[in-house]
């Protein structure tokens, strides 16, 4: 069973930091890719940061470069995002993604959200 669980949202003041975190199913997390986006009211989602579990290499909208990190715990079947600097921008509701085992497109698994409002 397909599962990814986010947490760690909050409000926080522009500046400040938060730590996002997405857990998944064992059976999700395998030689795959796991990301991070974002939707904001009336906006399109949009991809923030994204990681390979098995070559750990990165993506990062340019938005984020420098201020956010992604990261992952094998151990744990977890994905990190740590943002830093946060700003109004950065205020939405933000999704962990997952793609299939083995390939790294499309992300075809989707957590519930965790909302993140900077003020």
């Known amino acids: 069973h397909v599962q990814l669980v986010e947490s760690g949202g909050g409000s926080v003041q522009a500046g400040g930091s938060l730590r996002l975190t997405c857990a998944a199913s064992?059976?999700?997390?395998?030689?795959?890719?796991m990301g991070w986006f974002r939707q904001a009211p009336g906006k399109e989602r949009e991809p923030v940061a994204t990681?390979?579990?098995?070559?750990?290499?990165?993506y990062y909208a340019d938005s984020v470069k420098g201020r956010f990190t992604i990261s992952q715990d094998n151990a744990k079947n977890t994905v990190y995002l740590q943002m830093n600097s946060l700003q109004s921008e950065d205020t939405a509701m933000y999704y962990c993604?997952?793609?299939?085992?083995?390939?790294?497109?499309?992300?075809?698994?989707w957590g519930q959200g965790t909302q993140v409002t900077v003020s």
């Open positions: 993604a997952a793609s299939r085992v083995g390939i790294c497109r499309p992300f075809s698994y």
């Open positions: 064992a059976d999700t997390y395998s030689d795959n890719c």
């Open positions: 990681i390979c579990t098995g070559s750990r290499s990165t």
